[in-house]
């Protein structure tokens, strides 16, 4: 059973980067595309951005294009999520999913997805 976590959450200020990992074990990670969507309080999850099997990227969210990018490393078992000039309203929990497919579909609903990690917290402040 693939179980997936994610790591590198953190308080940062505004303007400022992070970089999110998903790692994968139960499994290997480059058989399937893996998608970042992000929660906050009282809202459902919002798709980031999902690469897949294949490493092409897909945004789901155009609050994030030209800030988010999103890459894999086989070798490692593991997808990242690198965020730059990061603004207050990216605040939330983020987590990474795989419905087990190799391609991204962005119109997807989240019951989709059979895997989730536990998610990691991003705050932004100002």
């Known amino acids: 059973q693939v179980q997936l976590v994610e790591s590198g959450g953190g308080l940062v200020q505004a303007g400022g980067s992070l970089r999110l990992s998903c790692a994968a074990s139960?499994?290997?990670?480059?058989?399937?595309?893996i998608s970042w969507f992000r929660q906050v309080p009282g809202k459902g999850r919002e798709g980031v951005l999902c690469i897949s099997k294949h490493g092409d990227a897909t945004a789901f969210s155009d609050s994030v294009k030209g800030r988010f990018t999103i890459s894999r490393d086989n070798s490692k078992n593991t997808v990242y999520l690198q965020m730059s000039n990061l603004k207050l309203e990216d605040t939330a929990v983020y987590y990474c999913?795989?419905?087990?497919?190799?391609?991204?579909?962005?119109?997807?609903?989240?019951?989709?997805?059979?895997?989730w990690g536990r998610g990691t917290q991003v705050t932004v402040s100002s």
């Open positions: 999913a795989t419905d087990l497919g190799p391609f991204c579909f962005p119109q997807a609903s989240t019951d989709e997805y059979d895997y």
């Open positions: 139960g499994g290997f990670l480059h058989n399937y595309a």
